[in-house]
């Protein structure tokens, strides 16, 4: 079956330091990946997306993501992780089928220490 | 001015009742989205309508009832609420099917069965 694991429950990191944030996926085919942001009391926005082509995908807010097929993963990662940065961050896998779905990580939070 | 906006933010009611959740978007999009998201913070999708008509149902119970007068409107009516109902519901829109729309997500309805 089809599934999104993001080992990291919570990651607190300090403010100006580097983030990654992991993502493995588990899909037969060509898989559509994606990354969300929730922050607290708000619904998810798309930081970035990728469907194919350059391995390496930039988003908003200064994100960016590789994906590695040898690896099943899609690991998120920021240069400099600003205050403002401090959410749930959800990795996920889209399902093409006769209509297309998503499916989510269960979330990783991350915490920005001052 | 809002652009996925459900209604109420906050609802509190007791085991047995029936309500219903107001979803509303104004941006013309064609496809629109009912999540659940579980206290340990798992998104999943319900339910799928594209042009009011739907298209994707994941094995919710008969008790949830989502509805679409038109495409800019998806609410969700819940029956005999049970206990484990309790969960923040996101009402989401894109423009179309397929993973090149991207989805847009309202703040969330924080449901709370007593």
């Known amino acids: 079956a089809q599934s999104v694991t993001q080992p990291d429950i919570h990651i607190t990191v300090s403010e100006g330091a580097s983030l990654e944030l992991r993502c493995n996926y588990s899909?037969?085919?060509?898989?559509?990946l994606f990354w969300y942001v929730q922050s607290p009391g708000q619904g998810l926005q798309l930081l970035l997306k990728?469907?194919?082509?350059?391995?390496l995908v930039q988003g908003i807010k200064g994100f960016e993501a590789e994906f590695k097929r040898s690896q099943s993963s899609f690991n998120l990662r920021k240069p400099s992780v600003h205050w403002s940065d401090a959410a749930e961050y959800f990795c996920?896998?889209?399902?093409?089928?006769?209509?297309?779905?998503?499916?989510f990580g269960s979330g990783t939070r991350l915490s920005i220490r001052p | 001015d809002t652009a996925v906006s459900q209604t109420p933010k906050y609802l509190v009611t007791q085991m047995g009742n029936d309500k219903s959740i107001k979803c509303e978007q104004n941006?013309?999009?064609?496809?629109m989205y009912w999540y659940k998201q579980d206290s340990k913070k798992f998104l999943k999708i319900m339910f799928s309508?594209?042009?009011?008509?739907?298209?994707i149902n994941e094995t919710v119970p008969n008790r949830f009832s989502p509805k679409s007068p038109d495409k800019a409107h998806l609410n969700l009516h819940i029956n005999s609420l049970e206990l484990g109902d309790s969960a923040v519901y996101f009402c989401?829109?894109?423009?179309?099917?397929?993973?090149?729309?991207?989805?847009?997500f309202g703040d969330g309805t924080r449901l709370s069965i007593l």
């Open positions: 989401a829109s894109s423009p179309g099917q397929g993973f090149n729309q991207p989805q847009h």
């Open positions: 899909y037969g085919a060509t898989p559509y």
């Open positions: 990728y469907f194919s082509g350059d391995t």
């Open positions: 996920a896998v889209g399902l093409y089928s006769s209509a297309s779905k998503i499916i």
């Open positions: 941006l013309g999009h064609d496809t």
């Open positions: 309508y594209n042009n009011k008509e739907l298209i």
